[in-house]
C-alpha cells in the first residue's frame, strides 16, 4: 500500500515526468509488522533502495533522472534502514520524504535525540535546518526563513501521531514532547502519569488513522507542500502548491 495522495502529489509537482517504485515489505498487516515483524521492513527498505539506486545509475548522466525516497509508518523505517543516516540520504538521494515515522527508527531517533538546542521534541530543528527539517504541515518548513540547502529531507510528522510518540519508555519516563509547551493539536489537559500514559497511548495506536488529516496518523494534502519544496521544481510558485493541494483535497488525482 501507498499513500495515493503523497504519490499523488509527488506526480503533480513533477508534472507527470515521475515513475514510483514500491514493493510489499510484510504479509502481515501493518498493526501486526509494528509488534511481531520489524526485520522485513528492514530487509525490504534496503532491497528497494539499492536496486532503483544501481539501475539510475546505470542511465546515462545526461539523462539520469532525480533519485527521492519515501515511505510512511513502518514504510518510513524500513525505507530509511537504507541510510547510514541523514548525511547518507544527503549523499544518495536527491531529497526524502519522510512520513509518520514510528518512535523506535535509528535515524529518527538519532536526530532527535541531537537536535538543536531549544528546539522542541515535536519539530526539532537539526544543524540549522541545512538539509533536515520536520514539520507538521507545509508552512513548518520555511524554519523562520532560514536558508535551504539542497538535497532536502523532511520528516512529516504530527504532535497528535501516536505512532510517533509511543515507546515502552512512557512507562517510566516523562517525554520531552510533554514536558514543552504541547502541540497544538494536542488536547491542553494531556499530561504523564507513570504506566497509564502509556496505556492510553497504545490504544490511541488503533485509532490514530480515524481523524481528520493533518492530526494523528493521517496525511494528506500538505504532501504538495512537502513534495514541492523538496523538488524544487524549476518556476516553482506557491500557487502550483496551492492548486496541488487543492485537488488532492478534492480527491482529484
Not at 513502518?74 to 547510514?84: E, I, K, N, P
Not at 535551504?148 to 512507562?171: E, F, G, K, M, N
Request: avoid cysteine.
Amino acid at each position: 500500500w501507498v499513500n495515493p495522495r503523497v504519490a499523488g502529489a509527488l506526480e503533480y509537482t513533477a508534472g507527470g515526468d515521475s515513475a514510483i517504485a514500491a514493493m510489499q515489505y510484510s504479509f502481515l498487516p501493518s498493526p501486526l509488522a509494528f509488534v511481531a515483524d520489524r526485520e522485513s521492513p528492514q530487509r525490504a527498505g534496503r532491497a528497494l533502495f539499492e536496486a532503483v539506486e544501481r539501475a539510475v545509475a546505470e542511465v546515462p548522466e545526461a539523462r539520469r533522472p532525480a533519485l527521492v525516497a519515501f515511505g510512511e509508518s513502518l514504510g518510513s523505517f524500513g525505507g530509511q534502514t537504507a541510510f547510514g543516516g541523514a548525511q547518507d540520504m544527503v549523499a544518495r538521494t536527491d531529497g526524502a520524504l519522510w512520513v509518520g515515522t514510528p518512535n523506535f527508527s535509528p535515524q529518527w531517533s538519532y536526530l532527535t535525540a541531537h537536535r538543536d538546542a531549544g528546539s522542541p521534541e515535536r519539530l526539532p530543528v537539526v544543524d540549522e535546518g541545512e538539509h533536515v527539517r520536520f514539520a507538521a504541515s507545509g508552512q513548518d518548513l520555511d524554519l523562520d526563513g532560514a536558508p535551504w540547502s539542497t538535497p532536502r529531507i523532511v520528516y512529516w510528522q504530527h504532535a497528535s501521531d501516536p505512532i510517533t510518540w509511543w515507546s515502552p519508555d512512557l512507562l517510566l519516563q516523562r517525554p520531552d514532547w510533554l514536558r514543552e509547551p504541547l502541540g497544538p493539536d494536542l488536547d491542553p489537559g494531556v499530561r504523564w502519569t507513570p504506566f497509564v500514559t502509556f496505556w492510553q497511548v497504545t490504544l490511541d495506536m488503533v485509532f490514530s488513522a480515524d481523524v481528520p488529516a493533518g492530526h494523528g496518523h493521517t496525511f494528506g494534502p500538505d504532501a504538495a507542500q512537502m513534495w514541492a519544496r523538496i523538488l524544487d521544481p524549476p518556476g516553482r510558485a506557491d500557487a502550483d502548491a496551492d492548486r496541488v493541494h487543492a485537488a488532492i483535497a478534492d480527491g482529484r488525482y
